[in-house]
RNA sequence: UGGAGUGUCGCCAAGCGGUAAGGCCCGGGAUUCUGACUCCCGUAUUCGUAGGUUCGAAUCCUACCACUUCAGCCA
């Protein structure tokens, strides 16, 4: 059945190898997160790889908490990643808390490694097993308890679970090797003793287990196959294969594979640096649409399939890169162009009156033209419209086709104008344009025979609402390609963020838009992306600008 | 002489001994009642460096160089 699956990265040769000789049977993934914080596209990454792997090769994935942190960790983070899993349009075999499902067979399989031999416990505070690891260049030296009897190590171990010891007094470590060359694998902790209640198993436990210990075992319990993630645990995977080997034992040992992970240009991506932000109120919440977290993306009007193809897009590997923002940009206007329905909008409006017109008329426009069937919808044409000001122009620079004074353009959908007369206020700022309409130019029903080079968009007077707009800048500054590590560097949160990165403005729009509903997504004729933010109300429409088209118009 | 990993176009990335795919970006052109979309065309004599093996190497061998990463009772 995996015969004709054509490989198309190094993981899926990998798989189809381990197929081929018999080394695993089916593709089971998980995607693993701890519930401590939301998702940002760097987790999406590792999802979709998750999800995409085993399906292709008919096999599934488990979402699995992996909770083993009681101190970090939030029940409501865990019900935003069905959510956002779900958004994302994946649906996962089976939801596991791994404190729930596995706590008990895990601490089953340390006590049978006490027994063997391969675990003990050890009574060195913190500082100290810290000061017998070694360094990188130095083996570290064997702890005091390290050949205390099994029988000892195995009924403290049992104290340990019954609440005997104080926190941080003792753990069970893995009886590895303390001069090996790998740091993980100098005995590292197991278990470790922690009075803190678990939004899941409550106070039943007051030991938890390690990562590196706890999580091979829940993969081995769930039946997992394949251990996807991120480059960051390459170190960890021969302590990884220890535990199964001497934790586990059985056939079909499921096998960890890293891949490279995300990086993008000028995104803040750090879970605290996210959280800092938020509770000092300088972004909206986690789903801020400048955040690059799975909510803020939703928020902004990205689309769940721009985000699935700018990551397939990216290819797998397990070099280092760093992505442009402007890549995934390509993909969000690419998603958009294809659903997004036309409207039209003036963001800063310049009044015209039509001279030779009285009243109004019906024009039709398309929802969207790169859609047969997506319909049309009526628009008003009348004696008074707005059209935006940089589509008209007193000193037009070379190749400038929109309007200019005494000459023509035509009013998207509708008629085609000439400018007469430029009506000045008091202070010297333009009042409104006087424009004569061509009565035989009405698109559809064009005879007049003219050609003219610009077409511009316009709302009528009488079918206008004026909304709020979001405008966004990149929240960080343009010199800051990696913001992470210059906050860690010690520069100053204030001193990376773009000032006014978020704007609000007015403009004026078709009527229609007034029953949009939220996260409903809109293209501005001529100009951008929209969608319908959450925190409109009925008297207040807020428009999130999700991005701008691409403008070929070069002044020069 | 710690360990591990990575080095192919500005950014990603195919390539798996037979003579450098593709995408993004960029440049040029066509089309256009969105200066969008779409459509053409263009962009690495060269694969971190230096040797070697071979009729033939980005692909094999050797050495070197650069970058990333690991010393939580975090995940």
New binding site residues.
């Given amino acids: 059945m995996y015969k004709d699956i054509i ?4 993981i899926e ?1 990998e798989i189809l190898k381990d197929l081929e000789s018999g080394r695993s049977k089916e593709v089971i993934t998980r995607c ?3 519930p ?1 914080g939301y998702w940002h596209i760097g987790h999406c990454k590792a999802w979709i790889i998750d999800f995409e792997t085993a399906n292709k090769f008919g096999g599934y994935t488990n979402l699995r908490m ?4 009681p ?2 960790e939030d029940g409501d983070f865990a019900n935003s990643y069905v959510k956002d899993l779900e958004w994302l349009g994946y649906t996962p075999k089976n939801v596991i808390y791994a404190s729930e499902s596995y706590f008990e067979k895990i601490y089953e399989i340390a006590e049978n490694m006490i027994k063997n031999g391969d675990a003990y416990v ?5 500082e ?3 000061n017998t ?5 130095e083996p570290g030296t064997n702890s005091p308890y390290r050949d205390r009897p099994i029988e000892e190590s195995l009924q403290m171990f049992r104290d340990m679970r019954a609440g005997k010891y104080e ?5 069970l470590r893995a009886k590895i090797d303390m001069a090996h ?4 694998m100098r005995d ?2 197991m278990y ?3 009075r803190a209640h678990h939004y899941k198993t409550g106070d039943k436990w007051c030991i ?5 210990f ?2 091979p075992m829940e993969d081995a319990l769930e039946g997992v196959t394949y251990s996807l993630c991120d ?8 302590l990884y294969d220890w535990f199964i080997e001497h934790g586990w034992g059985k056939p079909y040992p499921p096998r960890q594979i890293e891949f ?1 992970k995300l ?1 993008l ?1 000028n995104v803040l991506l750090g879970k605290r640096y996210l959280k800092k932000l938020v509770n000092e109120g300088k972004v909206l919440g986690w789903d801020d649409p400048r955040y690059l977290t799975i909510v803020g993306m939703r928020r902004r009007g990205y689309t769940a399939k721009a985000i699935k193809d700018f990551i397939k ?12 923002f ?2 995934l ?2 993909y969000v ?2 998603d958009l ?2 659903i997004a329905t ?1 409207a039209m909008a003036v963001l800063d409006p310049v009044k015209v009156v039509i001279t030779n017109y009285k009243g109004s008329e019906l024009c039709e426009m ?1 929802n ?3 859609i047969e069937d997506a319909g049309v919808h009526t628009m008003t044409f009348s004696d008074t419209i707005y059209i935006d000001s940089d589509d008209f122009s007193l000193n037009p620079p070379p ?4 309007l200019v004074l005494g000459g023509m353009v ?6 085609i104008i000439k400018c007469n007369n430029v009506v000045y206020k008091e202070d010297g700022t333009i009042d409104y344009l006087e424009c004569e309409y061509i009565p035989n ?6 005879t007049s025979g003219l050609k003219v ?5 316009f709302v009528s007077a009488d079918n206008c609402t004026e909304v709020t707009i979001r405008n966004f800048k990149n929240l960080i500054k343009d010199e800051y390609l990696d913001p992470s ?1 210059a906050l860690a560097e010690g520069v100053d949160v204030d001193e990376i963020l773009e000032p006014d990165s978020m704007t609000e403005s007015k403009a004026l729009v078709e009527n229609f838009l007034t029953s949009a509903q939220v996260e409903d997504k809109f ?1 501005f ?3 951008g992306y929209y969608t319908l933010d959450k925190d409109s109300t009925k008297d207040n429409l807020i428009f999130n600008h999700t991005i701008s ?6 002044v020069k």
Avoid: W
């Avoid at 050890?122 to 913190?126: A, I, Q, Y």
């Avoid at 897009?313 to 442009?324: F, V, W, Y």
């Fill in positions: 490989a198309e990265n190094f040769e693993p997160p701890e401590s992996d909770d083993t942190n101190t970090k050890c009574e060195l505070t913190p100290e097993v810290s690891r070694g360094t990188l260049t926190d941080g007094k003792v753990t060359p790998n740091m993980n590292p902790v470790r003793v922690m938890y287990p390690m990562y590196d706890a999580h480059i960051s645990f390459e170190d960890h995977r021969p490279s990086n240009e897009s990216l290819g797998l590997s397990k070099s280092d890169s760093t992505i442009p402007n890549a940009e390509f206007r690419n162009n294809n036309r398309q969207n033209p790169n190749k400038y086709n929109r035509r009013l998207k959908g509708a008629y130019s009405k698109s559809g029903n064009d080079k610009g077409t511009i968009h590590k293209q004729m001529r100009k088209l691409k403008d070929g118009f070069k």
